[in-house]
């Protein structure tokens, strides 16, 4: 089992695709950490191996939370970065600042910073693999959703930069775009939807686990599609 034993931190993690991920690495034999902004549910995360409310817009707050996470495991192997959101707007000339702002803590910051609060262990190690969460929309923006798009090309461009500056070392940096989850809300916000050309959360969970591979050394900076049929 490649994955055995490795400390997983997944952010995110009380959502429907964190909860599948951690489901995923627990299955794997890997011992995945969870860290949301929701305590309570957070908590409810049965297969983590421990549990941490943070709020990672806050720089203080996650970088006591990491130091934790460190502390308690020793180590951190691997980055799932699947904290975000999603809000439909308005046209780009009637969205605000609050509109842009909102979407750049939630999606952007939030990669930023777990990935700033883990790759010092990782240097220290010199391993690590960090996997973080665009967007099909990255690739196949829709109208009235500038201030998401803009957000989550900001993930893919930083993901390119960090591969880059980690080029030299066993830290290896990827991310995901996804196409249309199948999730709980998903199928509350569109009941007459196709929900069957969907993407199970547990599809995605798979590829984050396959990017996170220790004998995974050459797909770098890559923006894997996993749109499934949607």
């Known amino acids: 089992m490649p994955l055995e034993g490795r400390i997983a931190i997944i952010t995110g993690a009380a959502g429907a695709l964190g909860q599948a991920t951690v489901r ?21 995360v049965s297969d983590a191996a421990s549990a ?14 990491f130091e934790a996470i460190l502390h308690k495991h020793g180590r951190i192997d691997i980055l799932a970065n699947i904290a975000g959101g999603f809000s439909m707007g308005a046209r780009l000339e009637e969205t605000t600042r609050d509109d842009w702002l909102a979407m750049l803590q939630i999606n952007a910051v939030t990669a930023w910073m777990a990935c700033a609060c883990a790759l010092p262990a990782m240097r220290d190690a010199n391993f690590g693999r960090i996997v973080n969460i665009g967007a099909r929309a990255v690739r196949r923006p829709a109208a009235k959703m500038a201030p998401y798009c803009v957000s989550k090309a900001a993930v893919v461009t930083m993901t390119e930069v960090l591969a880059l500056e980690c080029a030299d070392t066993d830290i290896i940096v990827n991310c995901i775009l996804p196409g249309t989850i199948d999730t709980p809300r998903n199928r509350a916000d569109m009941p007459h939807a196709d929900h069957s050309k969907w993407v199970p959360p547990e599809d995605i969970a798979a590829v984050i686990a396959s990017l996170a591979d220790p004998s995974n050394r050459s797909i770098r900076g890559a923006a894997v599609p996993v749109y499934g049929r949607s």
């Open 52 to 65: 941490h409310p943070c709020d990672l817009t806050d720089e203080t707050a996650a970088r006591r939370t």
């Open 24 to 44: 995923h690495f627990r299955q794997l034999d890997a011992i995945p950490v969870a860290i949301d902004l929701d305590a309570d549910r957070v908590g409810a």
